[in-house]
């Protein structure tokens, strides 16, 4: 099978996936919503409904392509044998979903051989959908996206985010505190996937943060890249766990340089 159609029948499947979890999502989200278990620490939660929309979207995506190997942060793990894994995260943002707060997406990314091939965030209350396909552009709800022009680290409204764990926290608070005064501000927004599809579409002009997994960024990473910006790690390293960056070429050299040098990832 050419590569060009295997892109395709990838897309059309996590779109699929991606808009059904999000109506369901949107429209059975509980009056009462609470939290279902806590994980890494006790304000890491996890709802029903993030449970309910993995199994839905896994359950979709397995249907279509059964030896397809998934990757979820519900839980879903599965080796296959076609060479496709797909990186899932039900809701990104599941703060903002249990608050009640618009900012959280569904995202869903399609990888081969160690590189994404197809990513899609679907972030229902704000109407939109990010998708990207490697080599052929980012688009929004089918309008191209392009980051915008890259200012000096002066300028730069940078997105950011914390992760769960308290030591994890006061070590990002501290970056936080040193970089605030040298950039035109800081946004937190609550969803990874999100920040990541912002700098795509010239809303933020770029975004770090230390700790994500491969769910939070596998289909933010594409679309950016996708939209002209260039993600990456520490400085000569990919994007990784350790640390994600995501600017326009010019921006994104400086930020790295600066989070580099305030010590900004973690081993
Ligand atoms: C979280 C969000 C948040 C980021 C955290 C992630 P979740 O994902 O992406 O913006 O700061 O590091 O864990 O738990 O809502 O899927
Ligand atoms: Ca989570
Ligand atoms: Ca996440
Ligand atoms: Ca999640």
């Given at each position: 099978?050419?590569?060009g159609r295997l892109e395709t029948e990838l897309l059309e499947i996590a779109?699929?996936?991606?808009?059904?979890?999000?109506?369901?999502l949107r429209d059975g989200r509980p009056?009462?919503?609470?939290?279902a278990a806590t994980k890494t620490s006790a304000i890491d939660v996890v709802t029903e409904m993030d449970i309910a929309a993995e199994k839905l979207i896994t359950g979709l995506l397995t249907d279509h392509r059964p030896e397809d190997g998934l990757l979820g942060e519900e839980g879903a793990s599965v080796e296959g044998?076609?060479?496709v894994e797909w990186v899932i995260d039900p809701i990104d943002g599941t703060v903002n979903y249990l608050y009640g707060l618009p900012g959280w997406a569904i995202s869903i990314a399609a990888r081969k051989d160690g590189e994404t091939l197809v990513g899609v965030v679907h972030a229902p209350?704000?109407?939109?959908?990010?998708?990207?396909?490697?080599?052929?552009g980012a688009f929004l709800n089918d309008?191209?996206?392009r980051v915008r022009p890259a200012p000096d680290l002066g300028f730069a409204l940078v997105g950011t985010g914390f992760g769960y764990l308290t030591e994890r926290k006061i070590h990002q608070a501290e970056v936080v505190r040193q970089l605030i005064p040298e950039v035109r501000d800081i946004r937190r927004a609550g969803s990874a996937a999100i920040d990541l599809c912002d700098v795509?579409?010239?809303?933020l002009d770029a975004y770090y943060e230390r700790g994500l997994n491969p769910w939070d960024y596998a289909a933010g990473d594409l679309i950016a890249r996708e939209a002209g910006a260039l993600t990456g790690g520490r400085p000569g390293e990919p994007l990784s766990p350790a640390l994600t960056i995501a600017a326009p070429p010019g921006l994104?050299?400086?930020l790295r340089t600066r989070l580099d040098e305030l010590g900004a990832w973690h081993d």
């Open positions: 099978q050419p590569d779109l699929e996936a991606a808009t059904r979890a999000g109506a369901f009056e009462d919503l609470g939290v044998t076609s060479g209350m704000r109407g939109e959908i990010f998708r990207a396909v490697r080599g052929e309008r191209p996206v795509a579409a010239g809303r994104f050299e400086q």
